[in-house]
């Protein structure tokens, strides 16, 4: 069983925690100060400290650096008041887990506990990766949908198409169909087909001999020749010209290709998996893509999933890409806050798993502590300038206004009105969840816990 210390100087919070936590399942223990608490800690082992902060005698912080001396890798989640949120910054950058403001939403003291202890009973959540498919990472429905595919599809000749936006993983997925088939030995040779001029996609493909036209020095295999008896991955397949398209086709109909400027046809035996992020149906019905090729190359279609359809992989990937590029640059940043984590949760990725990899990367690198805190995330300008584009239409503004009133009192009061109602809104619209109010008000989860103060707001 899982056990807990909980070390607060007020009775009644210490019997709260003690009576929630042991219905969740976790054996407690309780100290009323800090050096109760250690003399507790060096008698048995604990999975989990909870300390407030602000004590008298050894503070909450002075006690976080003795855990930490005594055992550096037990996790510590503080407890800050509404008065000292500073504190709770410090404590996470001395090596807290996480913290908990008061007064407590409840559902947020179990998510954060059960992260911290998760550990005991759990793998770290970097080996949670599909072993057949390294590089690939995601254990959501969707994605155990396409590593069934995968294993199913792998070891047949049949061509491929990956449907899917930006950043979703389309080539890692085409590269575990290729490594899990028959030919993994042979090459995978990739191509993106709007990154090469039309005049050149042709010798790409298909090659050139010498002097078939200008610059062309030596013999050069295409594409498909250095693919032969392997794979070809054709990504921003919706790219190629109607000329090209009818090309290609001939090669998938008749398995032979022939080089520019060459009178010899070349026998090729090619697996073609090609990839889009373009609607090809669409494309079809606007003329600016052959049926016929669409036919040859969708034998087997694959649609991966926006990272927004998939967000139980979100804190997967995180954990991921946080020990990747803590390597890569030398930092010790090995974890996140909750709040920084729902943040995370509550964005809807436009730049899909891409742009997730490059927020932690960012994070790591401006990070001075040892936590991914929410102040370290930087989202893209262009979702938060959407926001605030269409703030003033939203519900919450329109809830909240009330223009009778504008002209009865004076601005500052209706200023501080219509801010406690767009608070009081936003809580409601969130089931009090303070993490989600302030990131649907656009504001620090700090802003928002003094303006409730202020406000008074229950």
């Known amino acids: ?39 507790i800690l060096k008698e048995g082992p604990f999975d989990l400290v909870i300390s407030d902060i602000r004590m008298p005698g050894t503070s909450g912080l002075d006690l976080l650096g003795s855990i930490k001396e005594l055992n550096p890798d037990l996790p510590v989640i503080m407890i800050t008041a509404f008065a000292s ?101 042979n090459p995978f040779i990739p191509i993106t087909c709007s990154a090469i001029p039309d005049e050149l996609m042709e010798s790409e493909l298909f090659g050139h001999v010498k002097g078939s036209f200008t610059g062309a020095i030596c013999d050069k295999p295409g ?43 070349q026998q090729i035996n090619v697996r073609i998996i090609a990839a889009t992020n373009r609607i090809l149906e669409d494309e079809m019905a606007a003329g600016r893509f ?79 502590s040892n936590i991914i805190l929410p102040e370290s995330l930087s989202l893209s300008a262009a979702a938060r300038q959407g926001k605030q584009e269409s703030s003033v239409s939203s519900p919450v503004f329109q809830a909240a206004s009330g223009e009778e009133e504008l002209f009865d009192i004076g601005l500052e009061k209706v200023v501080d009105n219509l801010e406690k109602k767009l608070i009081t809104y936003a809580l409601e619209k969130t089931n009090n969840s303070k993490i989600q109010a302030a990131d649907l008000l656009q504001i620090s989860f700090r802003s928002l816990r003094y303006k409730i103060k202020k406000y008074g707001i229950e």
């Open 1 to 39: 069983m899982i056990s807990i210390l909980v070390v607060d100087d007020e009775q009644g919070m210490r019997d709260f925690l003690k009576i929630m936590l042991k219905k969740q399942g976790y054996q407690v223990q309780t100290a009323n100060n800090g050096e109760t608490a250690l003399s």
């Open 223 to 265: 594409l498909f020749a250095q693919a032969n008896n392997g794979t070809a991955f054709l990504d921003e397949i919706g790219e190629l010209t109607p000329l090209i398209q009818t090309k290609l086709l001939r090669v998938l109909q008749e398995r032979e290709i022939k080089p520019v400027g060459s009178t010899k046809i």
């Open 290 to 368: 052959r049926e016929d090729l669409f036919y040859r190359l969708a034998v087997v279609p694959i649609r991966v999933p926006p990272l927004r359809e998939r967000k139980g992989d979100v804190p997967l990937l995180v954990h991921h890409f946080l020990h990747k590029y803590s390597k890569r640059l030398g930092k010790e940043v090995q974890e996140i806050s909750s709040y920084a984590m729902q943040v995370l949760m509550n964005y809807d990725f436009p730049g899909n798993v891409r742009e997730l990899e490059n927020i932690i990367e960012r994070g790591v690198a401006m990070e001075s």
């Open 85 to 185: 949120p500073d504190d709770a910054v410090i404590a996470m950058k001395n090596g807290a887990f996480d913290y908990i403001s008061k007064p407590f939403n409840i559902e947020e003291i179990k998510s954060v506990v059960d992260s911290a202890t998760s550990r005991k009973n759990k793998s770290d959540p970097i080996s949670q990766k599909s072993d057949s498919f390294p590089g690939i990472i995601g254990q959501s429905r969707e994605m155990l949908k396409i590593y069934d595919i995968i294993r199913r599809i792998a070891p047949t000749p049949a061509n491929v198409l990956i449907y899917g936006e930006s950043g979703t993983g389309k080539e890692l997925v085409a590269q575990a169909i290729h490594t899990s088939s028959k030919v993994a030995d």
